[in-house]
């Protein structure tokens, strides 16, 4: 089931013949970081993500952005686990012609967002190259041991997001592909993840499985119906967990608003799980912890994603969504398109969203 | 001083503005990975590498060095710290032209280095790119919280390196620079360094300051001058312990011996200096362990290397050969070039060496 994901059977021809340490505490995909169990009271987490595809295909431009998301995206896969951050290293590739106010823009955006987390570059490597790649690797520490995996959750359990939703998609969108409508003055998304790193700590308490939207939410709703082989209902008013600035830009571009949940560049929050007997207490140490979680839905049997669109109850296959990249190619107009016409087989007769396509 | 060196001060300019962690036990340049107290009684040491510049350049073309050589650079890192290497991660940028062969030899270079020094692959991040691209994260273990640094040496000391010298040089002059002579029957050197691990274990116990020749020996010796403010003298017989196959490409290609330990594609060695008093002790822990260390010369209060040429003790401007990279630019041949010009200002009278560099 795992192996119907074009990217799940990549990782795993890659590991392929690679023996496991016996020290390593997660299983292949279990996790958003690998851990190491030094001994009963510490494990260890570690993880790394190369900021190369998001530059290669003119996503990322701004060096700041650049070197906030090589910290980002490797924090959150920490906050995922439940593991406080050490720090981490980078390898940078510096193309020839990259300018030194180029340079600082990417150190200022590493040293944001290390700052923001509260974490430290403990340091790196370099090379020239063709194209700017970031490379970090971060660590942390698993206290007494435990950490979240992605699995474990049982029918019943809440399903939640640490904050609110569809801003990856809505900057990919918006990057990518000017709105036919031509609407220039288009208000620009601000994209500026921060990793989930103290309410992963408060998650550890609580889930029963967690994992980040790095890919996007459909990605990480699919990848948590194969792993746990139980489905997902977002019965609850999901698209309140949307951000304000993409709900205003799913009206102005017509698009229907589950497709910004649907795009695989995420917003790194995380998505998790808390059995109903937990609820109130977590929702309680949440506030506590300043932060106010966003109810989608449920844990149900049935290993498939629901989604009410307008009060109506659909299945989506979200198996065909995380192959888009491979079955429709790297075009972002052909995914959406291809987005869309998914969206028009479950709920056709509403069909009066964006039509232009062909003119981005 | 350090900021003589192009190379210190890139990296010192990387770095800067970053805050350092409380946690952090090294300062920059001390060690040759990052490390990070956790308690009393355990440290973590901590280093990437990627393998980029050495694709780019065609110094690595076989997938099967390359995987090698991502997994090596780094526990050679962690061997030169003392450090027990408790696994790695690996990010890959992977060209979409890169065949099903050539990942299979890549993922075998890798799988092979790891078992060769008994440790695992954890995780990694995958991208598609235009070059292929490894960087690798390795972690270890410091136990009783001790590491090796590159500081501490003191006048006296003796200086060794961990096994045979100039196989770095040799290959990348085998594989850039066609031999003029025109033999192109030359056999090949055989390049495949194995991270000195068991050997840096035993370091730990003894020596009073290492680093490892990734960029080759005499840029680690200039290194350790100039963070020790002492200096080397190369009396032993040095030559010695280059490889019986670089002696026979120096000869055959008429290239002073001591220029193969001038290239900055290092072989992968400890060098180190062990307290006389010490000096009987670990030659015998050494033989224990099973082998055989290659004595250099000795530790001097005069931060210069001296090395014996042909029974004269010449001053090396280690500080310059450095920086002929910047200075002569990436062309192996002008590099050569400029190394020739040295040996000839030293010891012009013998002058007798490689005169066909224009036809190579």
Request: proline share 4%; hydrophobic share 40%; charged share 20%.
């Amino acid at each position: 089931m795992l192996n119907d994901i074009v990217e799940n059977r990549l990782i795993a021809s890659l590991v392929q013949g690679y023996r496991r340490s016996p020290l390593q505490a997660n299983g292949l995909h279990e996790t958003d970081a690998e851990i190491l169990r030094l001994n009963d009271a510490c494990s260890i987490a570690i993880t790394t993500d190369s900021i190369a595809e998001e530059v290669e295909i003119g996503l990322y431009e701004d060096p700041w952005l650049i070197g906030w998301m090589a910290v980002m995206a490797n924090l959150s896969d920490l906050a995922a686990v439940g593991a406080l951050p050490l720090g981490l290293v980078l390898s940078e590739i510096l193309p020839s012609d990259f300018s030194q106010e180029s340079l600082k823009r990417l150190q200022q955006g590493i040293r944001d967002a290390c700052e923001r987390c509260g974490t430290f570059v403990l340091g790196g490597d370099t090379n020239a190259g063709t194209k700017l790649i970031i490379t970090g690797t971060a660590f942390g520490l698993n206290t007494e041991g435990r950490f979240l995996t992605r699995t474990g959750c049982r029918p019943g359990d809440c399903l939640y997001a640490t904050g609110s939703l569809g801003t990856g998609s809505a900057y990919a969108l918006s990057v990518l592909m000017t709105n036919p409508g031509g609407e220039n003055s288009e208000k620009p998304v601000d994209y500026r993840p921060v990793a989930r790193v103290r309410e992963g700590a408060i998650l550890k308490r609580f889930a029963s499985s967690c994992m980040d939207t790095s890919d996007g939410v459909l990605a990480t709703l699919d990848q948590l119906v194969r792993l746990n082989r139980l489905g997902f209902e977002l019965t609850a008013p999901w698209n309140e967990a949307l951000d304000t600035r993409v709900r205003e830009m799913a009206s102005e571009r017509r698009i229907p608003e589950w497709l910004f949940l649907a795009g695989q560049h995420g917003e790194f929050e995380l998505l998790f799980t808390i059995p109903v007997r937990s609820v109130a207490l977590f929702e309680e140490s949440a506030l506590a912890g300043g932060w106010q979680p966003r109810l989608l839905g449920r844990v149900v049997a049935e290993p498939v994603v629901r989604i009410s669109i307008n009060e109506q109850l659909h299945v989506l296959d979200t198996g065909r969504i995380r192959n888009i990249p491979w079955t429709a190619g790297p075009d972002p107009g052909k995914q959406l398109e291809e987005l869309l016409a998914m969206h028009t087989a479950l709920a056709g007769h509403e069909q009066t969203f964006y039509t232009a396509l062909t003119n981005s």
